[in-house]
Nanobody
């Protein structure tokens, strides 16, 4: 079993900054190949915010480019989201996502497993 635990979140004024952290633990076996953050606002679908692969490739959705920075430490199985210049539209529950790729043999393409944190609320006041 894999556990994903988030920390951070809370209330911040527009224009402010906040950092979210996430740590994965359990039966990982160095199999994590992608970590990231999603968010879900009331009445909306969960959407990708940012992700970072084990190769260090970062992916940001358009609405956070230039404002958010994702940092991943695959040795420690942690991922951090630095959020700057927050706006009220960033208000949502933020979820940490961890994807494992388990490969059993050299001929095995592998099986992906997705794990989620419990979510942490971020509220940006105007």
């Amino acid at each position: 079993q894999v556990q994903v635990v988030e920390s951070g979140g809370g209330l911040v004024q527009a224009g402010g900054s906040m950092t979210l952290s996430c740590a994965a633990s359990g039966r990982i076996f160095n199999s994590i190949n992608n970590m990231g953050w999603y968010r879900q606002a009331p009445g909306k679908q969960r959407e990708l915010v940012a992700s970072i692969s084990s190769e260090g490739n970062r992916n940001y959705t358009d609405f956070v480019k230039g404002r958010f920075i994702i940092l991943g430490d695959y040795a420690k199985n942690t991922v951090t989201l630095q959020m700057n210049n927050l706006i009220p539209e960033d208000t949502a529950t933020y979820y940490c996502h961890v994807r494992l790729l388990v490969v059993l043999s050299p001929y095995d393409p592998g099986q992906e497993y997705d794990y989620w944190g419990q979510g942490t609320q971020v509220t940006v006041s105007s």
